[in-house]
């Protein structure tokens, strides 16, 4: 992680999360990943707008959607298994239900679906879109239970979100 835009200035490497990256720079505007991947969070603690960021150089943190600069940053662990979320249309996991085990450009198109207001990830790491064909604002999912969506994008620091593209996190960027 670099202080400067376009890799100037002083610098900061790390290979794990880092809830707070001012602790080592003052201002974290780009970054360059040699090996993995990474979630950049434009707040400390893994909050506010998200990025994924995989090997390669970024070198204007304004491009990931960052709106000041990089305050945190989350390792994404390699996942070699097998890939499962269950989206559902309501909170607590109500509603009609959905499973996924593969990449998915538009929730509405395949499923039918305008809105999943929590989901269950079962195996894998995924990346979730805004927008359909992955676009727009993103967010990072875990393994774990998350039973209201909106509240979760909420807490992230960010507007309430829609979801209406997933896409697999795969070992492929490692």
Same mark, same amino acid.
């Given at each position: 992680? !670099?202080?400067?835009?376009?890799?100037? #200035?002083?610098?900061?490497?790390?290979?794990?999360?880092?809830?707070?990256?001012?602790?080592?720079?003052?201002?974290?505007?780009?970054?360059?990943?040699?090996? /993995?991947?990474?979630?950049?969070? =434009?707040?400390?603690?893994?909050?506010? !707008?998200?990025?994924?960021?995989?090997? /390669?150089?970024? /070198?204007?943190?304004?491009? $990931?959607?960052? !709106? +000041?600069?990089?305050?945190?940053?989350?390792?994404?662990? *390699?996942?070699? #298994?097998?890939?499962?979320?269950?989206?559902?249309?309501?909170?607590?996991?109500?509603?009609?239900?959905?499973?996924?085990? =593969?990449?998915?450009?538009?929730?509405? +198109?395949?499923?039918? *679906? !305008?809105?999943?207001?929590?989901?269950?990830?079962? =195996?894998?790491?995924?990346?979730?879109?805004?927008?359909?064909?992955?676009? #727009?604002?993103?967010?990072? $999912?875990?393994? #774990?239970?998350?039973?209201?969506?909106?509240?979760?994008? *909420?807490?992230?620091?960010?507007?309430?979100?829609?979801?209406?593209?997933?896409?697999?996190?795969?070992?492929?960027?490692?």
């Amino acid at each position: 992680m !670099n202080k400067c835009q376009n890799f100037q #200035g002083r610098s900061y490497e790390t290979s794990s999360d880092c809830p707070e990256l001012t602790s080592y720079l003052s201002r974290c505007n780009s970054c360059r990943v040699e090996s /993995g991947c990474f979630m950049v969070y =434009d707040h400390s603690n893994f909050m506010g !707008n998200q990025y994924f960021v995989r090997r /390669g150089e970024y /070198g204007d943190h304004q491009r $990931m959607g960052m !709106n +000041d600069c990089i305050r945190s940053c989350r390792n994404i662990p *390699m996942h070699r #298994g097998n890939f499962r979320m269950r989206m559902y249309e309501k909170e607590n996991f109500g509603g009609q239900m959905h499973e996924l085990s =593969d990449d998915c450009e538009s929730m509405t +198109d395949r499923f039918r *679906m !305008n809105d999943m207001q929590s989901c269950n990830v079962m =195996d894998g790491h995924w990346l979730m879109y805004e927008q359909p064909h992955y676009r #727009g604002r993103q967010m990072y $999912m875990r393994p #774990g239970e998350y039973r209201n969506m909106r509240d979760l994008s *909420m807490h992230m620091g960010s507007n309430p979100m829609r979801f209406n593209s997933m896409r697999r996190i795969m070992d492929s960027c490692y």
